[in-house]
Structures are given as structure tokens and as C-alpha cells.
């Protein structure tokens, strides 16, 4: 069993905990039955023993699987990982939906895709990576109760996401409780206006005027001051030619999206001026999770 699961940039500026979109570079696992549990891991933090135990896939997994075929089995996991790990691409949401995609899979229930993501809220409580995780695309989605409500947009093969990795991790929790408390009406609204306006751009992919609607006031500076040279990232990256850049996640990866034409263009300035970050250059994922 092939269980694929796509890196997903949550926010998009404005959007907190509500809209993201998955980008083509997937963590792979492959399962097998085996009289003992053994695990292999290659890639983005196999060198570190703390990943390499894979203690949120296996809990995850083990539970989904108990519960599903009210059995204890042993398998083998191969990992890949191609998801740089606390750095906002969410990598924590690929290994909960690959956990239980397995899960699903291996009990020998039907996948399906809603039941997953409601499934995977119950280990990540915001929906906005767990959603383009699962489904791919663009998504707007909102919680209620415990499931998922959410809606996705295709996203067309002419656009690319350059997406600028530094060597410093940022934990999605740390970087949570920067944020204050309460926000004042002002904010609110120039946040809320703005994830309003950036939906019905992606709906209607009405890409150049991303620019005003991807500004933020609730998250995105206020992260960016623990690095601020990410300021000078998202300043190359607008002259260069990005539609949008704001911060992936809780960063501290910054998300550029630009027309395939202007996307090595922009990806060279960047890897010039900042020569000790990853640059990549990525199609956009309209799969989501995928097992087979
Ligand atoms: N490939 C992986 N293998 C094992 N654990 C992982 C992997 N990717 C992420 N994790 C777990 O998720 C944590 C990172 O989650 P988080 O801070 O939310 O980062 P991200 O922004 O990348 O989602 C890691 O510390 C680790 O516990
Ligand atoms: N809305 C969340 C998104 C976190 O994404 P991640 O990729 O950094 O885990 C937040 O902003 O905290």
C-alpha cells in the first residue's frame, strides 16, 4: 500500500485557520504486513532520531487501525519525506492524514475523503492544512461542532508556487502563542474584509489583484518579527513579480505564488539573495491524499 499526502501552505495572509492550498511535493509511505513493526525513514529529518520513531504517525495509525478492524497487527512503514518539518508547509497535517489514510486503508475501509479529514481534526484543530492536505486545490473551510465544512477550487496548471525555506524551524504551537488574545475591531476587520475578497479571487481566479487581498493584520508581522529578515524576502519577492507572498502557516517558510512564466525568475533573485534558504519551485496539487 502507496499512501501519498501533499505539503499544504495554510493562511495565505488573511485567512487564519481558514484557507490553504497544496503544492506538489508529497511525503510517500509505504505499508506492508510483517510479523514484526519496523520502520524505515529517508529525507527531511531522517537523521533525527525524534522523527525517525514517528511516535505521531504510529499513535495515530495504531488507534485508527484498533478501532476500525478491532485488531493489533504488525506492519512495516517506509517513509519518504519530502516535507521540511516545523517550517510551515505542514508537515504535521501530511503525517495525520498519511496515518490515517493508512489506517483506513489497511483495515480495509472504504477511503473516503470526508471521513478522513473529519478524523483529522480531532489531532489538529485548525482546518486549514488538514483540509488541501486531504482534498488538494485551493480550500475555504470552517469547523463546527466536530466536522469540517469546506469548499474547494481547482487551482490552474499555469501557476507555480516558489516557496523559500530557511534553515530555522518555527513549532506551529510556539508560534500560536506570539499571537494576542484579543484584537481590536480595526484588525479584525481588515483581515476579515480581505479573506473575504481573496476567496472570490480564487473562485473567479482573478489572480492580479492578490496583492491587496493578501495583506494581513492578524498573524503574519507579528510572526515574521521572530525573523525578520523573512520582510526582505516578501519585498524581493513582490518587486520580482509574485502575485501574492505572505507567510506559509506559522512560518517560517514564505508562499510565493506567480505565473509559471515569472516563477525561476523570481526563485533566482531569491536564491541569490539569500543563499542560505531553500528555494523551490513547485506546480500547485489539485489530489490531496492519495492511496493505492
Ligand atoms: N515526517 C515526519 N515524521 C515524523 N514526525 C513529523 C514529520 N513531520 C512532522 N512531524 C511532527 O510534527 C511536528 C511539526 O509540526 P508543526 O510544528 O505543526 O510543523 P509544520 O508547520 O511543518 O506542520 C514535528 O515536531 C514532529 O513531531
Ligand atoms: N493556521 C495555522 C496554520 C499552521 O500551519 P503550519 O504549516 O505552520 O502548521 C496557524 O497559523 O497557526
Known amino acids: 500500500m502507496l499512501i501519498s499526502v501533499p505539503a499544504t501552505s495554510a493562511n495565505l495572509g488573511p485567512g487564519f485557520d481558514t484557507l490553504g492550498l497544496a503544492v506538489d511535493l508529497r511525503n510517500e509511505i509505504v505499508i506492508k504486513p510483517s510479523k514484526f513493526l519496523s520502520l524505515s525513514t529517508h529525507g527531511e529529518g531522517a537523521e533525527n532520531p525524534k522523527i525517525k520513531k514517528n511516535s505521531l504517525f504510529l499513535s495515530i495509525f495504531n488507534e485508527n487501525y484498533k478501532r476500525l478492524s478491532g485488531k493489533t497487527d504488525n506492519f512495516r512503514f517506509e517513509f519518504t519525506n519530502r516535507i521540511p518539518i516545523s517550517r510551515g508547509l505542514g508537515s504535521s497535517s501530511a503525517v495525520i492524514v498519511a496515518a490515517l489514510s493508512g489506517a483506513y486503508t489497511m483495515a480495509g475501509v472504504k477511503y473516503n475523503k470526508r471521513e478522513i479529514l473529519n478524523q483529522a481534526l480531532r489531532y489538529e484543530h485548525h482546518p486549514d492544512n488538514i483540509t488541501p492536505a486531504v482534498m488538494g486545490g485551493f480550500n475555504v473551510a470552517c469547523v463546527e461542532g466536530d466536522r469540517v465544512y469546506s469548499k474547494k477550487r481547482r487551482m ?7 516557496v523559500v525555506v530557511p534553515n530555522r ?8 502563542t506570539v499571537l494576542p488574545k484579543m484584537y481590536k ?43 525578520p529578515e523573512l520582510f526582505d524576502v516578501q519585498k524581493l519577492a513582490l518587486k520580482q513579480g509574485a502575485l501574492m507572498s505572505t507567510l506559509s502557516g506559522s512560518g517560517s517558510t514564505f508562499f510565493n505564488l506567480a505565473y509559471e512564466k515569472d516563477a525561476d525568475k523570481i526563485a533566482q533573485s531569491l536564491r541569490d539573495r539569500f543563499p542560505h534558504f531553500r528555494v523551490f519551485v513547485l506546480a500547485l496539487d489539485n489530489n490531496g491524499a492519495i492511496a493505492r
Open 185 to 227: 475591531k480595526e484588525e479584525t476587520v481588515y483581515s476579515l474584509s480581505r479573506a473575504a475578497y481573496m476567496t472570490a479571487l480564487f473562485m473567479s481566479e482573478s489572480w492580479d489583484l492578490l496583492r491587496i487581498a493578501s495583506k494581513d493584520k492578524l498573524h503574519q508581522a507579528r510572526r515574521m518579527k521572530m525573523m
Open 169 to 176: 524551524t518555527i513549532s506551529t504551537a510556539r508560534s500560536r
Open 156 to 162: 490552474p496548471d499555469y501557476l507555480r508556487a516558489v
